[in-house]
C-alpha cells in the first residue's frame, strides 16, 4: 500500500515535470526564433503555476493512475506562439514543435545517465528510491515524447510531419478543429473498439508507446 502511494507521488510528480520543461522548451525556441509572446506572458518560468492545466495536469492524470489503467498521460497549458514573428514561418514552425519532444528526450536520457551513476554505488533506501523516482520520470518522459509524435492536431507531431507541407488540405487538417475531433476519435475510441472486437488486447497506440519506449529505454540504460 506505501509502495503504491510512492508510486502515485512519482508520476504525479515527474508528469508535472515532463509538461512543463515541454512547455517551456517550445517557448524558448520561438523565443531563440524572434517570437517574444511566450516570454512577455513569463510562460518561459518553472514555477508550476504558470503552467499546469487542472483537467490535464492534476484530474486526468491522477484518474488514470487510479484506475490501474496501466497508461499516464495528462498535458500542461500550451504556451501561446505567434508565428507571425518568424522570419522562416515554415521551418521555425518545425522547429518550435519538435522542441518539446527533444527536450522529454534529453531529460529521459539524463535520468538514465543518473541510474546508471547510482548503480555504481551500495544498495540502500536512499539509492533505491532515487533510481525509482528517475525511473519513472524517465518512463514519463518517453511517454509523452512517443505520444507526442503522432501527427493528429494539436499534437506535435502533426506539425513536424505535415507543417511544411504547403498544400491547402495540409493546412486545413492542421488547423481546423474537426480534424483533432476526428483523429483523437479513431485514436482513443474507434481502434481500441476495432481491436478489441477482433479480439486483440493490443492497438496501434498501445503498441506504438509500448515499443518506443521499451526501445528507448535499452538506449538509455
Given at each position: 500500500m506505501?509502495n503504491d502511494?510512492?508510486e502515485i507521488i512519482?508520476?504525479?510528480v515527474?508528469?508535472?515535470?515532463?509538461?512543463?520543461?515541454?512547455?517551456?522548451?517550445?517557448?524558448?525556441?520561438?523565443?531563440k526564433?524572434?517570437?517574444?509572446?511566450a516570454?512577455l506572458?513569463?510562460?518561459?518560468?518553472l514555477?508550476?503555476?504558470?503552467?499546469?492545466?487542472p483537467f490535464g495536469?492534476?484530474v486526468?492524470?491522477?484518474?488514470?493512475?487510479?484506475?490501474?489503467?496501466g497508461?499516464?498521460?495528462g498535458?500542461?497549458?500550451?504556451?501561446p506562439?505567434?508565428?507571425?514573428?518568424?522570419?522562416?514561418p515554415?521551418?521555425?514552425?518545425l522547429?518550435?514543435?519538435s522542441?518539446g519532444?527533444?527536450?522529454n528526450i534529453?531529460?529521459a536520457?539524463?535520468?538514465?545517465?543518473?541510474i546508471?551513476?547510482?548503480?555504481?554505488?551500495?544498495?540502500?533506501?536512499?539509492?533505491?528510491?532515487?533510481?525509482s523516482?528517475?525511473?519513472?520520470?524517465m518512463l514519463v518522459?518517453?511517454?509523452?515524447a512517443a505520444?507526442?509524435?503522432?501527427?493528429v492536431?494539436?499534437?506535435?507531431g502533426?506539425?513536424?510531419?505535415?507543417?511544411?507541407?504547403?498544400?491547402?488540405?495540409?493546412?486545413?487538417y492542421?488547423?481546423s478543429?474537426?480534424?483533432a475531433l476526428l483523429?483523437?476519435?479513431?485514436?482513443f475510441?474507434?481502434l481500441?473498439?476495432?481491436?478489441q472486437?477482433l479480439g486483440?488486447?493490443?492497438?496501434?497506440l498501445t503498441?506504438?508507446?509500448r515499443?518506443f519506449?521499451e526501445?528507448?529505454?535499452?538506449?538509455?540504460?
Amino acid at each position: 500500500m506505501q509502495n503504491d502511494f510512492l508510486e502515485i507521488i512519482y508520476f504525479a510528480v515527474s508528469l508535472i515535470i515532463s509538461v512543463i520543461i515541454h512547455e517551456i522548451a517550445h517557448g524558448w525556441v520561438a523565443n531563440k526564433l524572434g517570437d517574444p509572446t511566450a516570454r512577455l506572458e513569463g510562460r518561459l518560468s518553472l514555477n508550476p503555476l504558470k503552467h499546469i492545466d487542472p483537467f490535464g495536469s492534476v484530474v486526468l492524470p491522477l484518474f488514470l493512475l487510479l484506475s490501474g489503467s496501466g497508461f499516464v498521460f495528462g498535458w500542461a497549458k500550451p504556451v501561446p506562439v505567434d508565428e507571425r514573428y518568424f522570419k522562416r514561418p515554415t521551418r521555425d514552425n518545425l522547429l518550435v514543435s519538435s522542441a518539446g519532444i527533444a527536450a522529454n528526450i534529453l531529460l529521459a536520457a539524463l535520468c538514465g545517465t543518473c541510474i546508471r551513476l547510482l548503480g555504481r554505488f551500495d544498495t540502500n533506501v536512499l539509492t533505491m528510491l532515487l533510481a525509482s523516482f528517475f525511473f519513472i520520470l524517465m518512463l514519463v518522459n518517453l511517454i509523452l515524447a512517443a505520444f507526442n509524435l503522432i501527427p493528429v492536431p494539436p499534437l506535435d507531431g502533426s506539425k513536424i510531419f505535415l507543417g511544411w507541407i504547403d498544400k491547402p488540405w495540409a493546412q486545413s487538417y492542421l488547423h481546423s478543429p474537426r480534424s483533432a475531433l476526428l483523429g483523437i476519435g479513431i485514436i482513443f475510441i474507434a481502434l481500441p473498439l476495432l481491436f478489441q472486437a477482433l479480439g486483440s488486447e493490443n492497438n496501434p497506440l498501445t503498441l506504438w508507446l509500448r515499443g518506443f519506449t521499451e526501445t528507448m529505454i535499452k538506449m538509455l540504460l
